[in-house]
């Protein structure tokens, strides 16, 4: 079974969070810190500081789209207050 993860990372040059999704974690991070996201490689280096799991594409990509939304954004920073407070 094939599962897919929207993940959150934090860019350590300007705090900024960026949202995305992929198959493949460990692939799409290291993609990320080399470089190879047209996107984010003017903002490295990065932290992931959030993920989740999600057993379908459609899923993580409606997943995706709402952690995007202000209500969204707002979930995750309750959701990981006190990574963000110390």
């Not at 897919?4 to 960026?18: A, G, H, P, T």
């Not at 047209?38 to 993580?60: H, I, M």
Request: a positive charge; proline letters at 1%.
């Amino acid at each position: 079974m094939k599962y897919f993860y929207v993940y959150i990372l934090q860019s350590e040059m300007d705090s900024n969070f960026y949202t995305g999704y992929t198959n493949n974690l460990e692939k799409r991070l290291l993609e990320h810190k080399n470089g190879k996201v047209n996107s984010t490689k003017n903002r490295r280096p990065f932290k992931l500081v959030y993920w989740e799991g999600c057993l379908n594409q459609q899923d993580a990509t409606e997943r995706e789209k709402y952690l995007k939304t202000a209500w969204g954004k707002r979930y995750i920073k309750n959701r990981i207050k006190r990574y963000l407070t110390g």
